[in-house]
Nanobody
Framework: QVQLVESGGGLVQAGGSLRLSCVAS????????MDWYREAPGKQRELVAS???????NYADSVKGRFTISRENAKNTVYLQMDSLKPEDTAVYYC?????????WGQGTQVTVSS
């Protein structure tokens, strides 16, 4: 089993920054891709950013140039640095990873950006 625990959300003004963290327990962190998703009220959950075991990254068009995903394998942690935040970034942010035996999610952390 894998457990994921997110932290770092909060209330920030537009143009501000937040850094989210996701700590994973269980085996295999370093060899698996890690994803950040978000879900805004009334909208479907969407993929925001991904990072492979080798460090390759991918971003949704809406966050390119503003968000940065990174990982620290020694700490079983993945980060999402969010800069130049906009009100439309308001959502619950979730950490996700997959194994052959399951799809694992954290409990989510709320990010609210005020205008």
């Amino acid at each position: 089993q894998v457990q994921l625990v997110e932290s770092g959300g909060g209330l920030v003004q537009a143009g501000g920054s937040l850094r989210l963290s996701c700590v994973a327990s269980g085996r295999g962190f370093s060899i698996n891709r890690m994803d950040w998703y978000r879900e805004a009220p009334g909208k479907q959950r969407e993929l925001v950013a991904s990072i492979t075991s080798g460090g390759s990254t991918n971003y949704a068009d809406s966050v390119k140039g503003r968000f940065t995903i990174s990982r620290e394998n020694a700490k079983n942690t993945v980060y999402l640095q969010m800069d130049s935040l906009k009100p439309e970034d308001t959502a619950v942010y979730y950490c996700n990873t997959r194994r052959w035996y399951g799809d694992f999610w954290g409990q989510g952390t709320q990010v609210t950006v005020s205008s």
